[in-house]
Nanobody, 116 residues
Framework: QVQLVESGGGSVQPGGSLRLSCVAS????????VAWYRQAPGKERVMVST???????DYSDSVKGRFTISRGDNPNTMYLQMISLTTDDTAVYYC??????????WGQGTQVTVSS
């Protein structure tokens, strides 16, 4: 069973930046796409960004221009670079793989808190 582990979350002030990592136990990103979701307190989990195995990316309107999804040098790692963070970005962030029709692998999440 493939495992995903997110890291890189933390507390930052508005306007700050963070880079989240999603590390897989196997080199699945050679053939799997990835999605980053987030869930704010009291709200549903929503998708913020996706990247197909071919490198095609997409972003929700709320993060477009501020977040960048990318793959690491090895096929085990995906990143979500976040800049110009606002309090609305406060959430638990999850990575998921492998297909939009079947995000079968999920990480446990990493907390991002944006506050002054």
């Amino acid at each position: 069973q493939v495992q995903l582990v997110e890291s890189g979350g933390g507390s930052v002030q508005p306007g700050g930046s963070l880079r989240l990592s999603c590390v897989a136990s196997e080199p699945i990103f050679n053939y799997c796409g990835v999605a980053w979701y987030r869930q704010a307190p009291g709200k549903e989990r929503v998708m913020v960004s996706t990247r197909t195995e071919f490198g095609v990316t997409d972003y929700s309107d709320s993060v477009k221009g501020r977040f960048t999804i990318s793959r690491g040098d090895n096929p085990n790692t995906m990143y979500l670079q976040m800049i110009s963070l606002t309090t609305d970005d406060t959430a638990v962030y999850y990575c998921a793989a492998c297909r939009p029709s079947d995000w079968r692998y999920w990480g446990q999440g990493t907390q991002v808190t944006v506050s002054s």
